[in-house]
């Protein structure tokens, strides 16, 4: 259960950073930092909503993502993290049902 909950305050900490933080070049170290803590939690029993968190980025803070991309030329983690995709409204379903 301990992994459920690090999952959700991980995605109660993406709401809040979507909410508070400004979509522009200054702002993509705070989502940096918070990508490679999310991808530090090893959930037992589900799969961690990457995929989900990403698409939800991209739509909510383009300039951000832009950002994140451009460091995809050093790095394969956001090589990888950017050029992944889903349906936005099913991104958000799956990730509210992780917050419950």
Do not use: C, W
């Amino acid at each position: 259960m301990k992994n459920d909950d690090n999952i959700k305050s991980a995605l109660i900490k993406f709401d809040k950073l979507l909410k508070e933080t400004p979509d522009n070049k200054e702002s993509v170290l705070a989502f940096k930092n918070f990508l490679l803590g999310f991808l530090r939690i090893k959930p037992k029993g589900a799969s961690l909503p990457t995929v989900e968190v990403m698409t939800i980025l991209k739509q909510e803070k383009p300039i951000v993502f832009s950002h994140l991309r451009k460091l995809s030329a050093y790095s394969f983690l956001f090589d990888v993290l950017t050029h992944i995709d889903m349906n936005p409204q099913k991104a958000r379903d799956t990730l509210n049902s992780f917050k419950k």
